[in-house]
């Protein structure tokens, strides 16, 4: 991420409301973090919308209006609906994590475990600018989707897929059962990606593309990612067996699997993806079929990140 524009705490802020989030526990949570402000002397405009496509509406009124600082009180759902009207803008995000993944938050170094700490993050934190990806359908340039974290597609795709239809466990342990599930119907596919002009053709499990390095609650699959250097961190695993990629699996967690053979890393500013009847997933919510483009941009949204970061 860029260099700090500021750290002075805001006088109002607009908090941006899923209180489907972690269940009772985000309207709890968003409750709690709106009491600590006040009591701090902000003002806290509270808004909320009765499914997302109100959400993002109140988002966009609130960007419209000029609002300083518009906290998404969610998971990564609710911070990838929030960027798709604050990038580019000049209204600052926020993030009060209360969702079960939270790979957004845990970027920036916002503690999803300590509420208070979350939203003291607003009282001494800092200002950064960092990258965001956008992705869109060759067939649809004007209808560019944003992302924070990862774009991903393959085998990817078909775990995203199937932990949305799951309701239990919760956080990474949801994204770890959708994994072993789909080990099973795992199949090799033939991906094409054209990387900064190049194009090359792989049989490929998956093609993980990362603004930054983490998804499915706290996975390092793009652990070569910087939100802050104009490029995305591109991760390519190749077909192996179901033993091969379950013995690798651990490894994501810590982002070692990078040394792995059946893995490949390398940056790009743009790319295009495809492989046939797949979809892709952004931010964990849907990016529509492949093929897709996606490119870094640079310094596309500020973000308050604790003052402890200021220098990493």
Do not use: K
């Not at 993030?95 to 509420?115: C, E, M, Q």
Request: hydrophobic share 45%; glycine share 12%.
């Amino acid at each position: 991420m860029s260099a700090e524009r500021g750290s002075a705490a805001p006088s109002a802020v607009t908090l941006l409301v899923n209180p489907a989030a972690g269940s009772r526990r985000g309207a709890e949570v968003a409750a709690r973090a709106s009491r600590r402000l006040l009591a701090r002397g902000v003002e806290v405009d509270v808004v909320a919308g009765r499914d997302a496509a109100e959400t993002r509406q109140r988002a966009r009124e609130s960007v419209a209006a000029g609002a300083d600082v518009l906290i998404a009180a969610g998971g990564d759902g609710m911070v990838h609906l929030a960027l798709q009207e604050l990038a580019g803008s000049s209204t600052a995000l926020a993030v009060l994590p209360t969702g079960s993944g939270n790979d957004f938050a845990r970027v920036l170094g916002i503690p999803a475990a300590d509420p208070d700490a979350a939203a003291d993050v607003l009282l001494g934190g800092v200002r950064r600018r960092m990258d965001l990806g956008r992705c869109w359908s060759p067939e649809a340039p004007d209808r560019a989707l944003w992302f924070g974290t990862v774009l991903t597609s393959g085998f990817d795709s078909l775990v995203v897929e199937r932990t949305l239809r799951m309701r239990w466990p919760r956080g990474r342990m949801r994204y770890a059962a959708a994994v072993l599930a789909e080990l099973g119907r795992l199949r090799p596919l033939p991906f094409a990606v054209e990387a900064d002009g190049r194009t090359e053709e792989w049989e490929a499990a998956l093609v993980a593309v990362g603004n930054t390095a983490c998804y499915g609650g706290g996975m390092r699959v793009c652990p070569h990612a910087d939100p802050g250097d104009g490029r995305l961190a591109v991760t390519v695993v190749s077909p192996g067996s179901a033993g091969q990629l379950l013995r690798a699996f651990p490894r994501i967690y810590r982002g070692t699997h990078t040394t792995h053979p059946l893995v490949r890393t390398f940056h790009a500013r743009s790319l295009r993806v495809h492989t046939p009847g797949m979809r892709a997933y952004a931010d964990g919510e849907p990016a529509g079929p492949l093929p897709l483009a996606a490119e870094a941009v640079p310094g596309a949204v500020e973000v308050l990140v604790p003052a402890r970061s200021a220098s990493g």
